[in-house]
């Protein structure tokens, strides 16, 4: 990550700093600034359930569940960092 100085024309790397470390939680911040500006992706989303857990086989749940503009359903699942459990690095 880098900060960028438009006065002197510089760039100076700086360290990254975690969700973690600031206190950011998945389902009370992540979670809330998203239904808050749906189109952080760049993308038209409309929030239509939050915590869905409407499965029959199941006891899972997804974290947020969307339309597109075209009408597509969207899950999106919440990770502030890449420890938790079903994450998948790719």
Do not use: C, H
Not at 26 to 55: S, Y
């Amino acid at each position: 990550m880098y900060l960028i100085n438009k006065e002197t024309n510089s760039v100076e790397k700086i360290d990254s700093i975690s969700f973690a470390k600031f206190g950011f939680k998945e389902r009370d911040n992540l979670q809330e600034w998203i239904v808050k500006l749906p189109n952080i992706f760049d993308e038209e989303l409309l929030i239509i359930q939050k915590e869905f857990a409407g499965f029959d086989d199941t006891k899972e749940r997804l974290d947020l569940l969307a339309l597109d503009k075209n009408g597509d359903l969207v899950i999106i699942e919440n990770k502030l960092d890449d420890t938790g459990r079903d994450v998948i690095k790719v």
